[in-house]
């Protein structure tokens, strides 16, 4: 069941990207093979049982041959033609339409049923075993005893260890490719990432080679170095301000790369309950390094005479060590991410202390209601001291959520307003009496919008609220999102001093002990996680390939491509705005000609003009919110259309809830090192015109 690497789709790249990954694999395949492979007299020869690299010699990189008439290890073969088979995903000409040199022409799945992939893939292996070098399921056969006399002690052990011949399990291995959805194909838009970046794939690729897990400078100390390098210019990108720079003016905050943005939230939720629990004298932070004293390291040097001021370590914090804490309180906005009703129930809060705060029809949380709802536990909090009231019945603000870029809609929170409706809480506290019991840590999501930090626009920056950043607690982003790393690439960033290390640290004395070289660059006692991917090399890659200009100008690129999206879907009648857009999403129904004409019928088809985003008078005119009667049919028409889409592999696009919509409705992000232009704008609604005008809608 050998597959045809041929027919898949490829990448279109500049060529000097493509010579870097072509780079990349050569070094690979040849430290694969020379350095990695046992050169075996027994083993199978490489370039006889793959035609494709020539009968007796091969093209290097550089223009030299190499004799391939080595032998190498079965294992080490399937790796260098793995490599081989990343290598055919990229190239500069394949894959091109003729009428606009757009790799279009490619479906972006070869799609199968579950009943199909199955039968296809994961057929049961025969009695006799024939079968087995053709199938993914991991059953074996039994050889009979008649078979295993005909065969020689050697094929048997050889059997026994490998359970089929190596070219076998490459075309395996190219099925998977095939039968996968091409995320990089340009018409690719169904979730929050997209067609990769080869400079971070490159960084990527050489970090796998490596195989290490950056928790200690000893390990890992180029990827140590690396991640300091890069959580200290995010620290100094969106926590200082620009004139601040050098080496004299260092970030002094904490970062590190997560395995994801729901983790990121996590432990965004988990450092400002420990942080609020130390302050306050409800956490022995140390307990396991053998000092009950409070570490004023988890304060800001600002805030660190505050503290003294307001809370004195006596014979009461003792005491108050040994009570449980009030029951502290969450807030985020009815667009955030549903990570944060994750995040606090494994941090074993109650349900109703996860407050979610309504917004704007614009999908921007409502300051006002944050600011009543954190007033109404404040007044639960009157009674505090009293000694008929116990502590463990009082509700406590400790957390507020921001999103930058929601996942539908995507949209902004005002991150300035929300900061000064949580320090003004603060400040009140402070006033009322001696004890410090007001913390809110102010969080902001940025997984999907967050790469905005690297633009230079001034009103992509003030859309996006990029600038209020610096006011927050904290901060997280995806580059494996908008910029196009490898998933996945998640930096997370903490202003304040040694909040992570203080609030995750075990100080396990097997893995973390000072006396060892480098010990002081450590990362690993800051995570939740004991093993450590090497993702700081994706982002670190892209930004020094690239710089954060280049960076910028990919973010600000899609904002003016989406633009021209609006434009051409308000000149045609079949599309409406569901919303009004944001900067970096678009979310739009699909009219069939029955349901166009039934609201056409009612007056209720928008005014279609090419306005630009942000011309706000015209709004109101420019979409409609469904009528409850319209919206099941609208819904099925969204749904029906979408499968006939991906079925047909001429696109994944998502069909969404949105707030404030009775009807699913399309969204259009994107995502990755993805070019579109106008081209592509037209071959969206006219493949979704036509796949949507039969009469059956």
Sequence with gaps: MAADFGDQWMIVLHPSSFSLILSIVFLLGWSCGILVGRKNESALNFSNSTPSLGANQKDCHDGSKTTTNEKFDGPTMVLRGSLRLMSSKWGSSSGKSEKDG????????????????????????????????????????????????????????????????????????????????????????????????????????????VNTSVYTYETAPVFTLLEREVMNQIGKLVF?????????????????????????????????????????????????????????????SEEEKKFEDSFCVTENTVQQLKKLPPRLVAFVSSEAHYSFSKSARVLGMNDEDLIVIPTHPDGRMDVNMLEKNIAMLEDEQDGYGDSNQSIETKRVPFFVACTAGSTVRGSFDEIAEIVKVCRDYESRGLKSGCQYDRSIWVHVDGAWGGSAIFSSRPEVRSDTHMDEIKLADSFTFNPHKMLGAPQQTTAFIVRHRNALRNANAAGAKYLFDPRKNGAEYDLGDLSYTCGR?????????????????????????????????????????????????????????????????????????????????????????????????????????????????????????????LTNQKADCFRLVLAGKKNFSVVDINHILDTMEKYGADSSF
């Design 102 to 209: 757009r790799a279009c022409d490619r479906a972006v799945v070869e799609y199968l049923s579950p009943e199909k992939m199955n039968q296809l893939l994961f057929a049961k292996v025969k009695n006799n075993g024939s079968n087995v070098s053709d199938t993914f399921r991991l059953d074996e056969y039994a050889a009979s005893d008649d078979s295993l006399q005909k065969r020689s002690t050697s094929q048997i052990r050889d059997e026994t260890t490998n359970n089929m011949r190596p070219e076998s399990f490459i075309d395996l291995l190219s099925l998977i490719q095939k039968y996968s959805v091409n995320t990089s194909h340009p018409y690719f838009f169904n979730q929050l990432f997209g067609s990769l970046d080869p400079i971070a794939l490159a960084a990527e690729i050489v970090a796998l080679s």
């Design 240 to 300: 200082m301000d620009d004139d601040r720079d050098g080496d004299c003016n260092r970030f002094e905050g904490e970062g590190l790369m997560i395995p994801g943005g729901s983790l990121a939230n996590l432990t965004a939720m988990h450092a400002a309950r420990h942080r609020w629990k130390v302050m306050n004298g409800f956490n022995n932070y140390s307990a396991d390094r053998g000092n009950s004293k409070v570490d004023f390291d988890v304060l800001d």
């Design 533 to 657: 991917r090497t993702d700081a090399v994706k982002l670190w890659a892209m930004w020094k390939y690239y710089g954060r200009l280049g960076l910028g100008a990919r973010v600000d690129q899609k904002v003016d491509e989406l633009q021209l999206f609006v434009d051409e879907l308000n000149r045609r009648q079949s599309f409406c705005l569901a919303c009004k857009p944001w900067p970096f999403n678009v979310n739009f129904f699909y009219f069939p000609p029955r349901i166009r004409d039934k609201l056409m019928e009612r007056g209720l088809i928008p005014f279609h003009d090419n306005n630009r985003i942000g011309n706000e008078e015209n709004w109101v005119h420019r979409f409609i919110e469904v009528p409850e009667d319209v919206a099941q049919e609208l819904a099925e028409v969204s749904v029906t259309l979408k499968l006939r889409l991906h079925e047909a592999g001429e696109m994944i696009i998502p069909y969404q809830p």
